[in-house]
Each structure stands twice: as C-alpha cells, then as structure tokens.
C-alpha cells in the first residue's frame, strides 16, 4: 500500500499563516498530479488547489492570492502554503495524488489522512 501523510495543521489565530505538508511513500511521485481539498462537518469535501506535473497550479476563489501550493518531488512532499487565514478556512484539509507506485503495482485516487486547521477570530 502506498500512503499520504498530511502534517502542519494546527490552531492559528486569523490573519495567520500555516503551512501544510504531505508527503508520500512509493514512486512516480514525480508523474503524479496533488490537489488540497478541505471539509468541514456537515459539508462535501471541497476543492482548494491542485499542481500539475509540470508545476502548473489552480485555486479555488475562495483562496486565490492567499494560498500556495508546491511541490518537492525529490522528497516526495507537496505543500500548501496558507496566509492571511480566515475563520471560514477552518477544516480538515486532505492531500490527493492521482498515482503513485509500488514495484509493479499502481495505485490510484490516494487521500491522506487529514490535517486539522482551527482558525480563531
């Protein structure tokens, strides 16, 4: 099994920055396209930011110019830097990669874990 391990979340007050890691085990991490997404209880999991192989990026409104993603293939970790939080950006946020390997076996639609974010006002 290949896994995705979200870290850095955490309690922030608003107007502060964290930043989110996730890092993966296989390979191909490199080949593999890593989007952020966010829920809340009660609410579907939403989209907030995806990287392309080639360093592409996308946001979501409701983030674009506060957030960043990136990306380390040589250590297998993507990141989502978060600034000016507000409140509503309180969630779990999960990390998605859309393959990775292991030996000769593929793996597909990997979600971590989650990584809770609480924003204070």
């Known amino acids: 099994q290949v896994h995705l391990v979200e870290s850095g979340g955490g309690l922030v007050q608003a107007g502060g920055s964290l930043r989110l890691s996730c890092a993966a085990s296989?390979?191909?991490?490199?080949?593999?396209?890593i989007s952020w997404h966010r829920q809340t209880p009660g609410l579907q999991r939403e989209f907030v930011a995806h990287?392309?192989?080639?360093?592409?990026?996308n946001y979501a409104e409701f983030v674009q110019g506060r957030f960043t993603i990136s990306r380390d293939n040589a250590k297998n970790t993507a990141y989502l830097q978060m600034n000016s939080l507000k409140p509503e950006d309180a969630a779990v946020y999960y990390c998605?990669?859309?393959?990775?390997?292991?030996?000769?076996?593929?793996?597909?639609?990997?979600w971590g874990q989650g990584t809770l974010v609480t924003v204070s006002s």
């Open positions: 296989g390979s191909g991490f490199s080949l593999s396209v």
């Open positions: 990287i392309t192989t080639d360093g592409n990026t």
């Open positions: 998605n990669v859309d393959r990775l390997r292991l030996g000769l076996k593929q793996y597909l639609n990997i």
